[in-house]
């Protein structure tokens, strides 16, 4: 469960940073930190 949160996590980061480079900073931001809510912050809630 928690590799499967942490490629996620990498994903929405990832995809983030594309849509920043994109010019739309807004979502891109919203994708960083959702990806950081997923990634450390869903592993120490789900397990």
């Given amino acids: 469960m928690a590799v499967i949160l942490w490629i996620i996590a990498a994903l929405l980061v990832i995809s983030g940073i ?7 900073i807004l979502w ?10 997923v ?7 789900f397990t």
């Fill in 39 to 45: 990634g450390p912050g869903g592993v120490s809630i």
């Fill in 18 to 24: 594309f849509t920043i480079f994109r010019k739309q």
């Fill in 28 to 37: 891109g931001v919203v994708l960083i930190v959702v990806g950081c809510l």
